[in-house]
């Protein structure tokens, strides 16, 4: 059972939109910056988004990220089929002392 | 370019030893964390415990905390992960991690390619 809850899956068609949730506490998403991972299959996870919106350099602006309350959004736009991959949330969770990760989210671009 | 890599996946028995490596290069190595995240099969991201190679400073998730040993060597940009014993349930792959940011609210970048480690007797 992961601190922080995703939905297992999400799907949307080429070109369209999708939105993955990351819902947590004032423990860790409500206190901290939270930071998202794509982890392409038999990949190692690769940083999207940091400090809640900041995108790496590389990263395209397709990717961003918002956070209210104790909850975080990873959003991507104009989705490609090579999109497809596991997402991930994740932040510090200051009664654990401890960075935390959500389940994870597959996308499936159909 | 900033990177980490890792050694090269192991298969082992249980109840045997196993050390694995991820050197830094890129970057000065005793300035950033180092993490190291557990993915078993099919399975999500455990974070395990965390160093900074200046210092050895280290600390553990609970759930790992006993388990596994986590060091480094900073005069090879190196760090460590080793287990005295190893279990069936250790089958997994295990990523390092650089920490950018502070401890506590960071982001992991850049990841290293992952070590799989299979204990089977």
């Known amino acids: 059972q992961s601190v922080l809850t995703q939905p297992p899956s999400v799907s949307a068609a080429p070109g369209q939109k999708v939105t993955i949730s990351c819902s947590g506490s004032?423990?860790?998403?409500?206190?901290?910056?939270v930071s998202w991972y794509q982890q392409l299959p038999g990949t190692a996870p690769k940083l999207l988004i940091y400090?809640?919106?900041k995108r790496p350099s590389g990263i395209p602006d397709r990717f961003s990220g918002s956070k209210s309350g104790t909850s975080a959004t990873l959003g991507i736009t104009g989705l490609q089929t090579g999109d497809e991959a596991d997402y991930y949330c994740?932040?510090?969770?200051?009664?654990?002392?401890?960075?935390?990760f959500g389940g994870g989210t597959k996308l499936t671009v159909l | 370019e900033v990177q980490l890599v890792q050694s090269g996946a192991e298969v082992k028995k249980p109840g045997e030893s196993l050390k694995i490596s991820c050197k830094g290069s890129?970057?000065?190595?005793?300035?950033?964390?180092i993490g190291w995240v557990r993915q078993m099969p099919g399975k999500g991201l455990e974070w395990m415990g965390i160093?900074?190679?200046?210092?050895?400073?280290?600390r553990y998730s609970p759930s790992f905390q006993g388990q596994v040993t986590i060091s480094a060597d900073k005069s090879i940009s190196t760090a460590y992960l080793q287990w005295s014993s190893l279990k069936a349930s250790d089958t997994a792959m295990y990523y390092c991690?650089?920490?950018?940011?502070?401890?506590?609210?960071?982001?992991?970048?850049?990841w290293g390619q992952g070590t799989l480690v299979t204990v089977s007797s």
């Open positions: 991690a650089r920490l950018k940011g502070n401890i506590a609210g960071g982001w992991f970048d850049p």
């Open positions: 890129g970057y000065s190595f005793t300035s950033y964390w």
């Open positions: 160093i900074y190679p200046g210092d050895s400073d280290t």
């Open positions: 004032s423990s860790n998403i409500g206190n901290n910056y």
């Open positions: 400090e809640n919106n």
């Open positions: 994740g932040t510090w969770d200051s009664s654990l002392s401890a960075p935390v």
